[in-house]
């Protein structure tokens, strides 16, 4: 069936460096696929998501690119934030109603 | 504000004992998910339903039970309570087709004592 893998976290970041989580999917066909991202105390948010292979997500400065040839979605911001301290979650495809199971998510801690 | 309401916020009980809770999804959505979160288990999906009808399971314990009713509505029921069911329960919704994304509610905190 559909899954990914995330890389472990936690991933420890100082203000304005470079971040990159990885996953890469295993799919049937070609389906969306999400970052989710949990700040302290709320529940999941959906992040971005791309709807086709090469197709980029994007928002509030966070990236993916959806590539086929490799399998992979990977998660990059330039420039991180204390704020963008939370736990991100690379969602596997939602596909004719397949179970929809996360990865324990990794967790970023951004210090100031 | 993702527009999935989950009641009640929190909740604290004994161990044995029962707890319903509930959650109301997106207007227009007809897919529910229920999670499980703790701190050593992660995000666990529980169980789907789709219009009513009951689509995917996934790590529910026997002691636990879901329905969706006719107006879309969800409940989880959990059971026989132990102090390891103390997590945050998540409910989710989506339109339920292929690709489209799931909302989640703020969660319901439930502690086992």
């Known amino acids: 069936g559909n899954s990914v893998t995330q890389m472990e976290g936690p991933v420890t970041l100082s203000e304005e460096a470079f971040l990159t989580i990885n996953c890469t999917y295993t799919?049937?066909?070609?389906?969306?696929l999400f970052w989710y991202v949990q700040y302290p105390g709320e529940g999941l948010q959906l992040l971005l998501k791309?709807?086709?292979?090469?197709d980029k997500g994007s928002n509030k400065g966070f990236e993916a690119t959806y590539r086929k040839e490799t399998t992979s979605f990977h998660l990059e911001k330039g420039s991180v934030q204390v704020s963008d301290s939370a736990v991100y979650f690379c969602?596997?495809?939602?596909?004719?109603?397949?179970?929809?199971?996360f990865g324990s998510g990794t967790k970023l801690n951004v210090k100031p | 504000d993702s527009g999935v309401t989950q009641t009640p916020k929190h909740l604290i009980t004994a161990t044995g004992q029962r707890v319903t809770l509930r959650c109301s999804p997106r207007?227009?959505?007809?897919?529910v998910y229920w999670y499980q979160q703790s701190l050593d288990q992660g995000l666990q999906f529980l169980i789907q339903?789709?219009?009513?009808?009951?689509?995917a399971k996934g790590n529910i314990l026997e002691r636990f039970s879901a329905q969706q009713f006719p107006d879309l509505h969800s409940e989880l029921n959990l059971s026989s309570l132990e102090l390891g069911d103390s997590a945050l329960y998540f409910c989710?919704?989506?339109?339920?087709?292929?690709?489209?994304?799931?909302?989640f509610g703020e969660g319901s905190w439930l502690t086992v004592v």
């Open positions: 207007s227009g959505d007809l897919s």
């Open positions: 791309a709807t086709k292979a090469d």
């Open positions: 989710a919704s989506s339109s339920g087709t292929a690709g489209n994304t799931i909302y």
């Open positions: 339903y789709y219009n009513g009808e009951e689509r």
């Open positions: 969602a596997p495809p939602l596909y004719n109603f397949n179970k929809f199971y």
């Open positions: 799919a049937t066909g070609y389906p969306s």
